[in-house]
């Protein structure tokens, strides 16, 4: 679908030698901030938040305002590098464009011929840019031509995003400009003023207008800190504690029992479980106090307009898709759909329906055979292990960092240390993963190629546009997959559209929310709202997208799937009183939530974030910190029977007493020890979207000379 671009002079669309440019921030953040960056000389020079935007508001985070002091670092990768040490030595020298495709067209061609076949190929990408042109349509149209395996891309939101759509139908929900009209706001199991920043002048608003704040979370966070009350819950409980407020809502009859007759199925049924968990039941299980469950539940069915905001955090352990699942039934049971500032918001994401099929060709090659992201450890390592089909051969990386990222890194760096995986990598950076490379390719930042982009946390498009030429011969990840597939003879000409083209393939055939959203109006307007009212409210009337149009409190699509229909609480994998034995040679539940000035691994080597960050950190509560004899600034080790790790800890009260925190994501190579704390995560997964248990993670900590180290060597 070659398309003709009105714009009659394309050098209109160059970035220009001077001036401020518009452009999208690509992090995978729900804020998706709309940016301008001032270039003098064709050098980017400031950054800064579109002021008119409505929830950026003229601010970027921490991170990103050093953006342009990551873009032009030292270490940026310049040229693309060819292996000469041995595996995992870093040795690389620079080689031409032509040599490096060349060579690895010739090496994906010759698996892909081989009896493996292509399925031997892997991608590996999640969301170092969340842009729809960099980070999903020339890269799955090439792989998809090729036959390679698919990924399933679980790592972040997989089991809350099944958790929604099996109750309100789509991973959709409330609208953050709504807040102001809430009256109490949850923060539940997300550190807001880091992970969601521009949340936080709505909550302020409400707050203004005399909203209640409580944050939900086993740790302090400086989130919590801000807020009216903290509620220490004990980690992987969350559902338990939505039961126990059910429970009271029913019992006192708190519920809007018009919206429950008129927009859920499955409300008496949802009553007969809420009776089961009454508070002294959801107090035991969840650490957290049976009257406050009962204040809680009171507040929560007072309220005109709760909303609440779950984030990601807390489907990071077993049964992190019915703790969603669970929460998201709480604004049908007392009817806050039906007013702005109530409801859940776990995402908007779901709302921005570009034409992803455009985008990515699914239908260019034959099916092929499906890799979980997460479970990489043991696709690398053990062919065998439920993945079936040829070995993993080749892996091509790109926008994601696994080394470090991954759960159970002792076995994937096992993989990746495999002499008979070729292995290529395309980022800005040499990673931990970019060491075990044979190929490492430049690939540009954000402000030196086009893209599109949803958002997570709101409801505005908005397009980046190049600010300055690539730095270096860095290409953007698109451009290396159209020459990739050209080498390699692959001739459709979906391989060849340029990245204008497929903007507009995607939008020309979205859906209705995205509808009149063109190319020609966001590049005069930089970002435009969806077509949803402001605020949204997106159940006020029901409307689920559900099979049955109702809000799903009892649910049988999980029935046909075997998981119970009804919200209940499912414990984490290691929940210390069901697996006693475990518990008591590793008795601390270990969070390795973002630290605030890192993005997953992204920012860790810009040094002015990273001195911030100081180093590899565990904190641990007072009683944990004394019972082992350790102080601040003590070297300690944190371990189990995956792997281990240093940290330098730090006693703070602010941890609950049983749980562990270390702030993430550290490279190995910023280590005094070389590992990082996925050495200690598992590649379990959870109970619906099979994704990550990063925070279901049973540790023991201990002074770094003294602890019985299992696994030394696995590295
Ligand atoms: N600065 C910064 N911002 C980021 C990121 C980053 O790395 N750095 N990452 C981005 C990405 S990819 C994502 S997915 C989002 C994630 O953002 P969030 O969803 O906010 O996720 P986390 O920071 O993983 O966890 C949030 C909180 O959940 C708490 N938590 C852990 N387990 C439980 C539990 O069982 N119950 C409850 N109630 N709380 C629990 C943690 O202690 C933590 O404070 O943030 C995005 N924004
Ligand atoms: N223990 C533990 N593990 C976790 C988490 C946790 O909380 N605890 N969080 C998990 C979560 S929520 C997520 S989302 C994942 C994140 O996992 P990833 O998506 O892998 O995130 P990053 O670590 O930010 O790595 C992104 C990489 O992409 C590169 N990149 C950025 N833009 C481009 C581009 O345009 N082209 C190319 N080729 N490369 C680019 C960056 O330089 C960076 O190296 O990690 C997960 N892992
Ligand atoms: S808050 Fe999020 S979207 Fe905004 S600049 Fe920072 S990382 Fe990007
Ligand atoms: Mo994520």
């Not at 997460?374 to 926008?399: C, E, F, W």
């Not at 390699?488 to 497929?502: H, K, N, Q, S």
């Amino acid at each position: 679908m070659a398309i003709q671009l009105p714009i009659a002079d394309d050098s209109a669309l160059a970035p220009p030698r001077d001036g401020v440019v518009r452009g999208a921030c690509p992090h995978d953040c729900p804020d998706t901030c709309a940016w301008h960056v001032t270039v003098e000389n064709g050098r980017a020079v400031r950054m800064a938040g579109d002021p008119d935007h409505p929830f950026t508001q003229g601010f970027l985070c921490a991170k990103v305002n050093r953006y342009v002091e990551r873009t032009y670092h030292a270490e940026r990768l310049l040229r693309p590098l060819k292996r000469v040490g041995a595996k995992g030595s870093g040795s690389f020298v620079p080689v031409s464009w032509d040599e490096a495709l060349d060579t690895i067209a010739s090496r994906l061609g010759e698996i892909a011929r081989s009896a493996d076949g292509p399925q031997a190929i892997l991608p590996y990408s999640y969301a170092g840019t969340m842009g729809m042109i960099q980070g999903g349509s020339m890269d799955r149209r090439f792989f998809h031509a090729l036959g390679a395996s698919r990924l399933l891309r679980t790592i972040c939101s997989a089991a809350g995003a099944a958790g929604m759509q099996m109750t309100v139908g789509a991973n959709i929900g409330a609208d953050a400009e709504g807040i102001p009209e809430s009256d109490l706001v949850l923060l539940w199991g997300t550190n807001t003023l880091t992970s969601n920043p521009h949340l936080w002048p709505f909550v302020l608003r409400a707050r203004e207008r005399g909203a209640r704040v409580i944050a939900i979370d086993p740790i302090r966070t400086r989130t919590a800190a801000q807020c009216d009350e903290w509620i220490a819950i004990r980690p992987g409980t969350d559902a338990a504690l939505a039961l126990g407020i059910m429970h009271v809502l029913f019992e006192e009859g708190l519920e809007d029992r018009d919206y429950l007759e008129r927009h859920t199925v499955g409300a008496d049924d949802l009553r007969g479980r809420a009776c089961e968990y009454g508070p002294a039941r959801a107090a035991s299980i969840t650490g957290v106090a049976p009257e406050k469950i009962v204040e809680l539940a009171r507040a929560y069915g007072a309220a005109r307009a709760a909303f609440i905001r779950v984030n990601y955090g807390l489907q990071r352990h077993a049964g992190g898709g019915m703790a969603v699942r669970t929460i998201a039934c709480l604004p049908a049971v007392t009817g806050h759909w039906r007013r702005a500032g109530g409801g859940v918001q776990l995402s908007t994401s779901a709302n921005f329906d570009f034409d992803r099929h455009a985008l990515g060709r699914p239908d260019l090659g034959p099916p092929a055979r499906t890799i979980n992201m997460i479970r990489l450890g043991d696709a690398l390592t053990r062919p065998d292990a439920g993945v079936g089909g040829p070995p993993v051969r080749a892996l091509v990386v790109y926008n994601s960092n696994p080394a470090v990222v991954a759960p159970e890194r002792g076995t994937v760096r096992r993989g990746l240390a495999r002499e008979d995986l070729f292995t290529v990598v395309l980022d800005h950076f040499r990673t931990d993963t970019a060491d075990w490379a044979d190929f490492v390719l430049p690939a540009t930042t954000q402000l030196e190629h086009w893209d599109v982009h949803l958002a997570y946390g709101h409801h505005y498009v908005t397009l980046n546009r190049p600010a300055i030429a690539p730095v270096g011969e860095a290409l953007p990840n698109s451009e290396i997959f159209r020459r990739l597939a050209a080498r390699m003879g692959l001739d459709d000409p979906a391989l060849r559209d340029d990245d204008l083209t497929m903007i507009r393939q995607a939008l020309a055939g979205a859906g209705p929310k995205l509808r009149g959203i063109t190319l020609e109006g966001l590049l005069e307007t930089g970002w435009a709202r969806i077509n949803v009212a402001a605020p949204f409210l997106p159940f006020a009337e029901g409307g689920f997208p559900t099979p049955t149009g109702k809000c799903e409190l009892r649910s049988e699509r999980l029935a046909a799937e075997g998981i119970d229909p009804l919200p209940t609480f499912t414990p984490p994998y290691e929940h210390p009183p069901a697996v006693p034995e475990l518990a008591a040679r590793y008795p601390l539940t270990l969070i390795s939530s973002p630290a605030h000035q890192f993005l997953n691994s992204t920012f860790v080597n810009v040094d002015t974030l990273r001195r911030t960050a100081r180093e590899p950190e565990c904190l641990l509560h007072p009683d944990d910190a004394a019972a082992r004899g350790i102080a601040t600034g003590a070297r300690v080790r944190v371990w189990n029977d995956r792997g281990s790790f240093e940290a330098t800890a730090r006693v703070a009260p602010e941890i609950r007493a049983g749980v562990a925190w270390a702030p993430s994501l550290w490279w190995g190579r910023y280590a005094a020890d070389g590992r990082t704390v996925n050495e200690t995560t598992s590649q379990g997964e959870t109970d619906m979207g099979r994704g990550p248990v990063f925070y279901d993670n049973l540790v023991e900590v201990g002074p770094a000379e003294s602890s019985v180290m299992p696994n030394a060597d696995r590295r």
